[in-house]
């Protein structure tokens, strides 16, 4: 493991999360120093775990192992981290063994979209399989990151859709957690209430003694189910620069992304610097644009493009520097970025009798690997296809596959990048 953090982390697109978490698992990294490098491609730690050998398939195990403390632990050391609900399945009951759940807060559901979602933190883990919470501060959705200068104002709303039908499933108490990243300190109770399903509070940030927080919320339902939501990290930013942005937006344009702010008022500006993340947590510096005026009371506009961007959501916040070096965050903007070198792709005929045409149109070379799949997400055929740019038809006989539906899927270097479906007749 000393090497695995770096590995996982010199590919844009890869996450771990760490499921049963044991002392002395992966390189007893929970309970040796925080590690950078680790925390930049750790997003989620099981909070609890499954009946590893259960042969349960009609959701009947209890919730099972618990490894609250070491989140609470994770999350005092500083790793931007979510809670996660492991079954650790060792048979095929995968999901029905038991009703616990992550639950992913997805714009879509799309793959790219779940793993960016992942990625984000944007989950939460429920011993019920169908509550649904929303955990919100100033706006921002649990897993955010966010600078603020006044008070943060917070809310959780939780909704079982079993009620009232269903009266076991009642909010018994949300509890609100406050605690420091970094500080070794675990989370403490700031606020919390019973017998209601909304929790709304204003904590206030005058006279804190750190500047940089954490919250999280957990749920206790009357059948004694739980649900944690990943936290939110708030930087108390109490920097005033005499610069005033009033936009700043992100856009996929072609095969880039670009940036384009303004400011309304600059005086003895320096920079931006804008970063980039692909969870919203960890950012790193991909580029610089210099002040134009340096000061001015008029309305100036600028722009970056990103011509390295990631497939998924990709985060950016500017770093703004005045000249005397001091510096402020704006606020996170998400992009969706979706590329493909595949263009086009369409199988025709369509029905299809004893022959598959796969026609495509890539921007490069390739090796392409596609995989079919029949309706229950079974593997049934593979084969692969050299091809350079431009116009290509695949063809492969599929007379010995059953009548029915089928998708297909072209994967490059280990990344899905098309899919289409066709029917076998």
């Known amino acids: 493991f000393t090497n695995f953090w ?69 999350l005092a050391k500083g790793y931007h981290l979510g809670p996660t609900i492991d079954h650790d399945d060792h048979n095929t009951t995968f999901g029905r063994t038991s009703r616990s759940r992550t639950v992913i807060l997805a714009t879509t559901l799309t793959r790219d979209s779940i793993m960016s979602a992942y990625k984000a933190n944007r989950f939460y883990a429920s011993d019920d399989w169908n509550t649904e919470v929303n955990f919100i501060i100033n706006g921002h959705f649990m897993g955010s990151e966010f600078n603020s200068t006044s008070n943060l104002s917070i809310s959780v709303a939780v909704n079982d859709p079993d009620l009232p039908g269903d009266p076991k499933d009642m909010t018994n108490q949300i509890e609100l957690y406050f605690g420091t990243p970094g500080s070794l300190t675990n989370a403490t109770i700031l606020t919390s209430n019973t017998g209601s399903n909304t929790l709304n509070y204003t904590h206030s940030t005058l006279g804190l003694l750190y500047d940089r927080f954490y919250y999280f919320a957990k749920i206790t339902q009357d059948d ?71 000061n001015s009371s008029a309305p100036t506009n600028y722009e970056f493009t990103d011509i390295n961007a990631i497939n998924g959501m990709n985060f950016y916040r500017l770093k703004q520097y005045d000249m005397d070096g001091k510096f402020k ?35 490069e070379a390739a090796n392409l690997l596609c995989k079919i799949y029949n309706t229950e997400g079974r593997e049934v055929k593979t084969m692969t296809a050299a091809v350079n740019a431009g116009k290509h038809t695949i063809s492969e006989s599929v007379s010995s596959l059953p009548n029915g539906n089928y998708i297909v899927v072209l994967i490059h270097n280990n990344e899905r990048i098309a899919e289409t479906k066709f029917v076998k007749q």
Not at 329 to 342: A, G, K, L, T
């Open 6 to 74: 770096s590995i996982v982390r010199s590919y844009p697109t890869a996450f771990c999360t760490l499921a049963h978490p044991q002392p002395g698992d992966f390189g007893d990294i929970l309970n040796t120093s925080f590690k950078s490098v680790a925390d930049s491609v750790i997003v989620g730690l099981a909070v609890r775990s499954g009946n590893e050998f259960s042969t349960t398939t009609d959701y009947t195990d209890q919730s099972a192992a618990l490894f609250e403390a070491t989140f609470f632990s994770a």
């Open 224 to 294: 004694g189910d739980i649900i944690w939501t990943s936290p939110i990290w708030v930087n108390i930013n109490n920097v005033v620069l005499p610069l005033q942005l009033t936009k700043f937006t992100g856009r996929q344009q072609d095969e880039i992304i670009k940036l384009d702010w303004t400011t309304s008022q600059e005086i003895n500006t320096d920079r931006f610097e804008i970063e980039r993340s692909l969870n919203g947590t960890w950012f790193e510096k991909t580029g610089n644009v210099t002040s134009r005026y340096h």
């Open 329 to 363: 965050y704006s606020n996170i903007v998400p992009v969706m970025f979706n590329h493909s070198i595949v263009k086009m792709i369409r199988i025709n005929p369509n029905p299809v009798n004893d022959e598959l045409n796969i026609t495509l149109t890539i921007s």
